[in-house]
């Protein structure tokens, strides 16, 4: 899995490396703070904070190019705010953190 597509990124930032490096940064830096409280949303059936968590993480998974992984957060977000498709929901998210974390682990390959 890589996914990582920088070219956003370089737009926003006029290409500056120390930027993208202190994005990547922080995005490892908060990321695993997101992932563990929307794991504990859903082993606790909080749909609805989980949806919210999908909806904060979205701009920074964008940043990065990872469409796969934002389309998942979309998912969840929508499934979150409105209730319908709960059932699948857990498993979705299992998913979801599964693909962040092996995006991290790409990502800290670009420090």
């Not at 794991?39 to 919210?52: F, H, L, P, R």
């Amino acid at each position: 899995m890589s996914g990582i597509d920088f070219s956003y990124l370089d737009e926003i930032s006029g290409g500056d490396m120390e930027f993208r490096i202190e994005m990547i940064q922080t995005f490892l830096d908060e990321t695993p703070k997101d992932v563990a409280h929307m794991d504990a949303m859903a082993q606790a059936a909080n749909w609805a904070e989980v949806g919210k968590v999908a909806h904060k993480m979205k701009s920074s998974i964008k940043m990065f190019g990872l469409e796969s992984i934002k389309n998942q957060a979309v998912e969840i977000e929508q499934i979150g705010k409105s209730g319908a498709g709960t059932e699948t929901l857990g498993q979705k998210v299992a998913t979801f953190i599964l693909g962040l974390q092996q995006a991290m682990v790409h990502l800290k390959g670009h420090l």
